[in-house]
């Protein structure tokens, strides 16, 4: 069971992993006599990422909100998960449900979330990268967390590379795409329940992130399912069109360290969260089934 | 234009090759990319595995989203095959944040994050004609004025 376990937190971090590598002209292009610094990058290469749901739920419980066990896909449902675009979204899935049970240190249900993506690893033969010596590190350091977290994160290196050597990028999008409906599922919820400022903030924060996400499965939208995917998170995008950046006043950071970025935030209505939870929603449960 | 047989076999060919290349420059940064995480410290690993491999002499780009409220430090490396990388943090409009030409530290970046971005990080070789794998590890850390985000 324990080596289940590693096994387990090596695939959340999986969910993590940049997907790119299409070249793309550069978007809205602006007035080089407006901006400053302005350079053609219409020959770079471009990789997408997203914040990891360990980023997320840390801002969450910066909020102070309690762990909320009816708000993760349920364990049981891993039986009806049968084509592979199903496994990949679920293996993103229970891979942030893992990370929630993990910052809030909810060890049994961490456990259980462990044993379903182990499963739906072993079912995508996602494998290569996890052999029995990292397994006999992890089970030698397994009281030790930063030890425990630097062979995972190696773990998660080695996978990022058997899925770019079998070039999967596709089943990689998909884990990202379905970690990232999970986690906004959980927040959005979250959000509803306590009305903290907080947590909405937090759901506002994705209008960003799923623009980046947008962006990293354009790239892929070739693929029947992943086009899909997008038309939905595009439905999701235009509630998010109608919510405008705010102005705040700005913040003094620590002590000799740069400030960066125009001091906005984008905040929720009431009536705007309850129409972004109801599209997630519909979305979630296409892929959670 | 028609192909002729030899013609598509020698395509075939660099294709392959260049991705027996990009693949084998991925797998020799991971040495590197151990260091890097090892120097976020104190800053936490947020997990994300960054690899970009730069193809002769072209910038590569990642974009990626930060949160407002949190202390962030980028860590750029590369492989040796590569040489020496430099970086610039543009901002979504392609305003230019930070560059890495000049600075004490040209490998690392720390800022705090005022507003929920995307961010932009461009890996350049400085060293003409060579390609191989770089990459971006990214740290956070809590700010000591942890309410920052009840703005």
């Known amino acids: 069971m324990r080596l289940t376990k590693y ?25 080089s006599t407006e901006v400053k610094n302005s350079i053609d990058t219409s020959k770079s290469v471009v990789f997408y990422n997203i914040p990891s ?15 909320d066990k009816s708000v993760l896909n349920q364990t049981d449902k891993i039986t009806k998960y049968v084509s592979s675009f199903s496994k990949a979204a679920n293996l993103g899935a229970y891979s942030t449900d893992l990370s929630f049970c993990y910052l809030y240190r909810q060890n049994q249900d961490f456990n259980n979330y462990l044993k379903n993506i182990n499963e739906l ?17 992890l089970q030698a350091n397994s009281t030790n967390l930063d030890s425990l977290m630097a062979i995972v994160t190696e773990a998660g290196i080695n996978a990022d590379q058997y899925l770019k050597d079998n070039q999967r990028n596709t089943a990689t999008a998909t ?27 937090l759901v506002g924060d994705q209008k960003i992130v799923l623009k980046n996400l947008t962006n990293m499965l354009e790239q892929f939208k070739a693929d ?42 984008f905040k929720l209505s009431k009536e705007q969260l309850k129409s972004i939870l109801e599209k997630v929603t519909v979305l979630r449960n296409k892929i959670t089934l | 234009m028609k192909l002729s047989q030899q013609n598509i076999k020698l ?33 936490m690993h947020n997990g994300v595995v960054n690899t970009v491999t730069v193809i002769l002499d072209e910038p590569s780009e990642i974009h990626l989203s930060v949160y407002k409220g949190l202390n962030y430090k980028f860590q750029i490396g590369s ?29 690392s970046f720390v800022f705090f994050s005022n507003a929920s971005q995307n961010l932009i990080v461009e890996i ?28």
């Open chain 2, 124 to 151: 350049y070789p400085m060293e003409k004609g060579k390609q191989g794998c770089a990459f971006l590890v990214v740290g956070v850390k809590e700010p000591k004025n942890i309410a920052v985000r009840n703005l």
């Open chain 1, 121 to 137: 690893t072993n079912a995508l033969s996602i494998d290569g990268s996890y052999g029995q010596e990292v397994n006999k590190r």
């Open chain 1, 53 to 67: 749901p360990l980023e997320t739920f840390t801002i969450l419980k910066m909020s102070g909100s309690a762990f």
């Open chain 2, 11 to 43: 395509l075939v060919s660099v294709f392959l090759l260049f991705f027996t290349i990009s693949f084998s420059a991925n797998a020799q940064c991971k040495p590197a990319m151990k260091e890097g995480i090892k120097k976020l410290a104190p800053y």
């Open chain 1, 224 to 265: 029947e399912e992943i086009s899909s995917l997008l038309m939905d998170m595009r439905e999701i995008g235009a509630i998010y069109e109608t919510i405008q950046a705010t102005q705040n006043t700005p913040v003094t950071s620590d002590k000799d360290i740069i400030s960066v970025g125009n001091n906005t935030s």
């Open chain 1, 175 to 201: 884990i990202a795409a379905g970690g990232w409906v999970e986690a906004m599922y959980i927040i959005s919820n979250i959000a509803d329940k306590t009305q903290s400022e907080d947590v909405m903030g």
């Open chain 2, 79 to 107: 492989e040796d095959a590569l040489g020496k990388v430099s970086f610039r943090v543009l901002d979504e409009y392609k305003t230019e944040i930070y560059n890495s030409a000049g600075s004490n530290d040209p490998l």
């Open chain 1, 7 to 31: 096994i387990a937190v090596f695939i959340a971090s999986l969910s993590l992993i940049s997907c790119g590598g299409s070249d793309k002209p550069t978007e809205n292009p602006v007035d």
